[in-house]
């Protein structure tokens, strides 16, 4: 029965495993962030970015030797900017009151418009671990802010919080002294995850802290109206249908008639800079549901169709024109580009798009994903200098005009299939006075100038398989097989149940003898000497002549026979034992 059980779980296992590719098909707003900040929509962000400058937290005490695993923030990422804090130990030398950098323990956050998190909780893997040693202390360096793609946030006078903390020129790499000036009234949103639970908080500072300030470093916004948007990030990494929005909006009461409308975009063929529009749904009075606070969800007509490799698109008309108001979080999300037009369009050319923000829009998908069908289309991969594993690839490629040599940089290339002349690379930066340009060339690309020292431009959505799509598409292979595993071993286990049921109905004499071991009848030649030991009903079975029993005068086995306790429900079908049936083993 154990073995059973945990088949069963094996089995629900995998279930659960393929069901998990709806979560991961999509890179929308998770249903709980929408609805969080639909509800929160007037309410204001709070809390500042580290300046530049290096913070060592004193508050977080390590009493045994472990690895720091993983980071909880609370962050903003922004688009168009290159620079990333990181995190770095601090050890104590000899006798000294001084502390010096760890070497090798420093780790860059990366995150992107590509990896941004889809339920507003940072939780950011160290890959590797930093190895902690008791007395360690853990320091967070902050680049300029201005110039950051991540800014790690502080909240001033938390109330009933303290935190405690120091601060260091940017670029300290010794000379940190326990003596200094603490800081308390600062709750810096950094919580260190650590395997055997070897960090101590002073003023008790949890991860449930940190992730619920978090949330209070963004804020909601009001669409800009009249634009025709796509989201190269938010792509559809399966195949599938969606089945139901959900959105955060306030209705408006005006009776207006102007519709957005959400929609799937597809390239138009391979190497193609035309988007066209595969399927659309309009969000009207008569189709949509209030579910919460600023809260709806409308369901399409019909199922909407989406491929691997579409992309999400959404029409906003003109707010005076339109029965409701819809909402985006502002920053922290993917990469938007737009269009102006006063109605939802159909088909667009990407060099007619304009970047626009990183803006996540409240809206959330309930999808079905289809599982018969995977698509081993080729997708183009990119190329990422100077990455950590855990960030994927992109479809959205951010130069830079300034530099910094003493902060890590991010730089992300298209790879394309036809070359460039500059220096033999396959894209091109020229930046001539306050006007910088940036080409690539290949499959899908864009030109898009702007009249600032920092340059951001889209070059294509076909963007390759990230790791987690790369997960799901495996649960989904070994999920298919452990099921048709699991379903052998169960036969197979209720076979050998069955077996053992009617074995443990027979001695084991008998079993081992009689059944497996058949002597040939003696009663014919006329010995008909009778063992009262053995039962009278199996002794009419032997007169009878039945030669697939035991003859009783055969010398091997009469001992055996003599030394067996009376037993009347033995090798004969006239046994009520096997007759009965095995009971039918219940599902777990």
């Known amino acids: ?174 000379g940190v002294n326990l003596n200094n000036p603490l800081i308390t009234n600062q709750l810096i949103l950094v919580y260190p995850v650590t395997d055997n639970y070897c960090v101590n908080s002073i003023n008790s500072i949890t991860p449930s802290i940190v992730r619920k300030y978090g949330f209070k470093v963004h804020q909601s916004q009001m669409f800009s109206s009249r634009r025709q948007y796509l989201y190269p990030d938010m792509l559809f990494s399966c195949n599938g249908s969606v089945t139901k929005w959900i959105f955060g909006a306030v209705d408006q009461k005006n009776n207006q008639d102007a519709l957005v409308e959400f929609q799937i975009w597809r390239k138009q063929g391979q190497g193609s800079n035309i988007y066209r529009k595969v399927s659309s749904s309009s969000i009207s009075l008569n189709n949509i549901t209030m579910i919460g606070t600023n809260l709806y969800e409308s369901t399409p007509q019909t199922p909407m169709q989406f491929r691997k490799g579409d992309v999400f698109g959404a029409y906003i008309p003109a707010a005076s024109l339109s029965p409701f108001v819809f909402y985006e979080q502002r920053q922290s999300g993917p990469i938007n580009v737009f269009v102006y037009s006063n109605n939802a369009l159909s088909i667009i050319a990407e060099e007619s798009l304009d970047f626009n923000a990183n803006n996540f829009p409240l809206v959330a998908a309930e999808i079905r994903v289809s599982t018969n069908s995977i698509s081993n289309s080729i997708i183009r991969s990119t190329t990422i200098n100077s990455m950590q594993p855990v960030l994927g690839t992109t479809s959205i490629s951010i130069a830079i005009a300034a530099s910094s040599e003493a902060t890590p940089v991010i730089s992300v290339t298209p790879t394309t299939k036809s070359s460039v002349a500059a220096t033999g690379g396959e894209s091109s930066v020229a930046a001539t006075g306050s006007e910088s340009s940036i080409t690539t060339t290949g499959e899908s690309s864009v030109t898009t100038s702007y009249e600032s020292n920092v340059t951001v431009f889209v070059t294509t959505t076909a963007t390759p398989l990230s790791s987690t799509s790369q997960s799901t598409v495996l649960a989904l292979i070994i999920g298919v097989i452990a099921a048709i595993v699991c379903t052998v071993f169960i036969v197979i286990s209720l076979i050998i149940v069955t077996c053992i049921c009617l074995k443990r109905k027979l001695p084991a004499n008998i079993r081992s003898s009689a059944i497996f071991s058949p002597i040939p009848n003696t009663t014919k030649n006329g010995n008909t000497d009778n063992n009262s030991s053995f039962p009278k009903e199996n002794n009419d079975i032997i007169k009878n002549g039945d030669s697939s029993i035991i003859a009783i005068n055969d010398p091997v086995y009469e001992s055996i026979i003599n030394n067996m306790a009376y037993e009347p429900n033995i090798i004969t079908t006239k046994n009520a034992a096997y007759q009965s049936s095995v009971s039918q083993i219940s599902n777990i």
């Open 1 to 174: 029965m154990k073995l059973l059980a945990m088949l069963c779980f094996s089995c629900l296992y995998c279930i659960n495993a393929a069901q998990g590719l709806e979560q991961e098909c999509t890179r929308f707003m998770s249903q709980s962030l929408v609805g969080y900040r639909a509800k929160n929509l007037k309410s204001s962000a709070i809390g500042s970015p580290l300046t530049e400058t290096v913070r060592v937290l004193q508050e977080y005490q390590f009493n045994c030797s472990s690895t720091i695993t993983s980071l909880i923030l609370g962050i903003d990422v922004r688009a168009g900017l290159r620079l990333l804090p990181s995190v770095q130990l601090f050890r104590k030398i000899g006798g000294s009151s001084q502390y010096d950098l760890v070497i090798g323990s420093e780790r860059v956050i990366y995150y992107g418009t590509n990896n941004v998190s889809t339920s507003g909780v940072f939780e950011y893997p160290l890959n590797p671990p930093i190895p902690v040693m008791s007395g360690d202390l853990l320091a967070v360096s902050q680049p300029s802010p201005a110039f950051s793609i991540v800014r790690v946030h502080y909240i001033d006078n938390v109330p009933g919080v303290r935190f405690s903390s120091s601060q260091y020129a940017f670029g300290t790499r010794s």
